[in-house]
């Protein structure tokens, strides 16, 4: 599986910024897939999560950007999504997307938080 995330960059705070991962290969459908971030001097964190399989489509949150963020997926395109609304400085990381149980990721996108 290769994962391809897009859509980073710099946005002011309050702003809002919308990431992309595309996937290719496997069965995209039945994976979980999980948005992690990296910031400098930190270690990576598991950001959102969404179920995969039959019934899936359930989201889970980092308190920290909860009511702020939405994970959602398109099994048809092969796409996962963060929409981050209300950027705080806190937010600025490498954010990666990733088959979540398995050792897949993408290469990361840079969002930087700044005015």
């Known amino acids: 599986v290769q994962l391809v995330e897009s859509g980073g960059g710099l946005v002011q705070p309050g702003g809002s910024l919308t990431l992309s991962c595309a996937a290719s290969?496997?069965?995209?459908?039945?994976?979980?897939m999980g948005w992690y971030r990296q910031a400098p001097g930190k270690q990576r964190e598991l950001v959102a999560a969404i179920t995969g399989g039959f019934g899936g489509g359930r989201a889970t949150y980092i308190e920290s950007v909860k009511g702020r963020f939405n994970i959602s997926r398109d099994n048809a395109k092969r796409m996962v999504y963060l929409q981050m609304n209300s950027l705080e400085s806190e937010d600025t990381a490498v954010y990666y997307c990733r088959v979540e149980n398995n050792p897949w990721w993408g290469q990361g996108t840079q969002v930087t938080v700044s005015s």
């Open positions: 290969g496997g069965i995209f459908g039945l994976y979980a």
